[in-house]
């Protein structure tokens, strides 16, 4: 059994006097223990959605109707736990960190506080026994002078080094689970690496499942064991990465591997433009919400919404007109 099983997830966002937007539709997809599990896709497509629904982050009585289920550890739904019982499980069995860790971390509290009270709350960690382990943690992320730091506001800290703190809260509890979301945004390259191969580390040496969201695909195809493209809050095309990667069979996500730089490519090759814009979408009741932007739109394709496909090693895709496959590849 998957540690985590979303199925049919949907956010509802409405307001009054203005048109309801369904930021999720019918999202589903699993993870199982020690897997890293990728959410990709354009700014607006409901993957920061999705994770704070299954956080139980989303303000329920403000127009947000949340439907579907999300199974952790076999018999706990995250859709439907209270909120009680969801602070306990918040840290300690599922940990996230979050986009920007500047507006993340409280600005006029210290770090060495903010670290040692998921360890009081959790762990029931208090005094000296806190600091030491939060020293620790902050060490074990690569924090430089550990000590000094947690005396430190997060001002005083340098982007990656406030996206390590965030980290070390995060793992502090040793979570079965970890939602990362766009964890190396506004991070230069070496210090994006370097918050990878923490994270990758971490999965490795604790068995804990990843959830990595983010847009860029360089990324995936470091990290990721499993990737779900999601377009307009559904799930356009789910597979192992290598399949994905080597034949993608969805328009969007052939796009989306066409818009990034290769050194293999020929001077002067121009790079593929997605046209349109994220706004540009068909409701999916009345067909793909990705045809008004796709090169390979039929008659087919409006009318009523896709069906996800399922073709060999687990790919699946929403699309009645896919890319075409030139080759067989192996998972």
């Not at 589903?28 to 956080?55: D, I, N, P």
Request: proline share 6%.
């Amino acid at each position: 059994m998957p540690l985590l099983d979303v199925k049919d997830l949907s956010v509802t966002f409405a307001r009054r006097g203005q048109r309801t937007v369904r930021a999720v539709d019918g999202v589903s997809f699993s993870v199982e223990a020690g897997q890293v599990v990728g959410l990709v896709g354009e700014s607006g497509c409901g993957k920061s959605v999705t994770s704070l629904a299954l956080m139980g982050l989303l303000p329920k009585k403000r127009g947000v109707t949340i439907g579907g289920s999300a199974m952790f550890a076999d018999d706990t739904d995250l859709l439907k736990t209270d909120e009680r019982s969801m602070r306990d499980i918040r840290g300690r069995d599922i940990a996230m960190i979050f986009q920007d860790p500047l507006s993340s971390l409280n600005p006029v509290v210290p770090i060495g506080v903010q670290v040692t009270e998921v360890l009081s709350r959790h762990r029931g960690m208090q005094g000296e026994a806190a600091r030491k382990e939060a020293t620790d943690l902050l060490d074990k992320v690569g924090i430089p002078d550990p000590a000094r730091r947690l005396k430190e506001y997060p001002h005083q800290l340098s982007g990656g080094m406030r996206q390590r703190a965030l980290i070390a809260m995060a793992v502090a509890c040793k979570p079965r689970l970890l939602i990362a979301d766009e964890p190396t945004t506004a991070l230069d390259v070496t210090i994006q690496a370097q918050i990878l191969e923490l994270l990758r580390g971490l999965v490795r040496e604790s068995g804990t499942a990843l959830v990595m969201i983010t847009h860029d695909l360089g990324v995936v195809a470091g990290m990721c064991d499993t990737v779900n493209v999601l377009y307009a809050g559904r799930v356009v095309e789910s597979a192992r990465r290598k399949p994905l990667f080597a034949e993608p069979r969805h328009p969007y996500t052939h796009g989306l591997l066409g818009s990034v730089p290769r050194l293999d490519s020929a001077r002067g090759e121009r790079l593929h433009a997605i046209r349109g814009s994220v706004r540009d979408v068909l409701p999916w009741p009345d067909g793909c919400a990705f045809a008004p932007r796709c090169d390979r739109r039929v008659d087919a394709c409006v009318g009523e919404p896709p069906a996800l496909v399922e073709s060999i090693h687990r790919h699946a895709y929403r699309c009645v007109n896919p890319e075409p496959v030139t080759a067989e590849v192996s998972s």
